[in-house]
Nanobody
Framework: QVQLEESGGGSVQAGGSLRLSCASS????????MGWFRQAPGKEREAVAG?????YYADSVKGRFTISRDNAKNTLDLQMNSLKPEDTATYYC????????????????????WGPGTQVTVSS
């Protein structure tokens, strides 16, 4: 049984940094797609960053966020710098049984495992 657990969320002022971590258990697919998504109140869940080897980023976070994956430790981290109030959301870690590409990494149906989420709040 695959389980994902996010940690590292919290409150920070605009311009600050946070590092989110996702610990996975039961997930051994080193070629499978993994990523981070976020959902703000009243909005749809959206992709932040992800991939199967090549990493893709949403335009809104390019140059500010960096994803790193450690298959030996079964972790997926998201370093978030230069945070903005519009980054405020619940952040979710996701993993997939399948490989993903530039045309699929951002699609919710591409992932079949999800963590419960961690809250990130950025104040102005």
């Amino acid at each position: 049984q695959v389980q994902l657990e996010e940690s590292g969320g919290g409150s920070v002022q605009a311009g600050g940094s946070l590092r989110l971590s996702c610990a996975s258990s039961g997930y051994q697919n080193i070629r499978g797609c993994m990523g981070w998504f976020r959902q703000a109140p009243g909005k749809e869940r959206e992709a932040v960053a992800g991939g199967s080897g090549i990493t893709y980023y949403a335009d809104s976070v390019k140059g500010r966020f960096t994803i790193s994956r450690d298959n030996a430790k079964n972790t997926l981290d998201l370093q978030m710098n230069s945070l903005k109030p519009e980054d405020t959301a619940t952040y979710y870690c996701a993993a997939s049984t399948w490989f993903c590409t530039a045309s699929s990494w951002y699609r919710l149906p591409a992932y079949n495992y999800w963590g419960p989420g961690t809250q990130v709040t950025v104040s102005s």
